[in-house]
């Protein structure tokens, strides 16, 4: 079953990466060929996709640890005070996020009823990557977290 999941979770990331790379070719196209038509919507559809794409990496990335590390303390110190300096930055940076997560929430109430500029789609729209990839990133962050504690105290 956790494998069928991160299967999925790296689908959903090479597919928006797909849809970046696909929106922006279409649009650097359109533009400098003779082909009429306002293109855009291109460029708000590439900056929506770059948010859910940047936001999902963020927690697909801490899924492996391989995000928010210091690498240098890791090196530097060895055994319990390791762990334990690791187990610190991991509880700073969990509690950013944390905030980020409330802010976002909060964010996300002021932004009903606006709609984009050029789409004319409901802001929200783009408030759902924070939202989103925030969740994703605290419960790898937390997961992570966790086993670091357990690894303190065996």
Known sequence: ????????????????????????????IVRYTPITGRTLWTTELARLFLLWASFWAAGSIERV????????????????????LQ???KLV????????LWWTF???GTTMGVTTQIL?????????PLIVGSLLLFAYMLANFIRIFRRLFE
């Open 1 to 28: 079953m956790q494998e069928i999941a991160l299967k999925t979770e790296n689908t959903i990331l090479l597919f928006l990466i797909f849809m970046i790379v696909v929106i922006v070719f279409f649009g650097v």
């Open 65 to 84: 640890g391989g995000h928010f590390r210091f690498d240098m303390v890791e090196n530097l110190f060895s055994g319990k005070l390791g762990l334990f």
């Open 87 to 89: 187990l610190f930055f």
């Open 93 to 100: 940076v969990l509690i950013s996020v944390g905030i980020l």
């Open 106 to 108: 909060d964010y996300f």
């Open 120 to 128: 004319q789609w409901p802001w929200v729209i783009r408030v759902m």
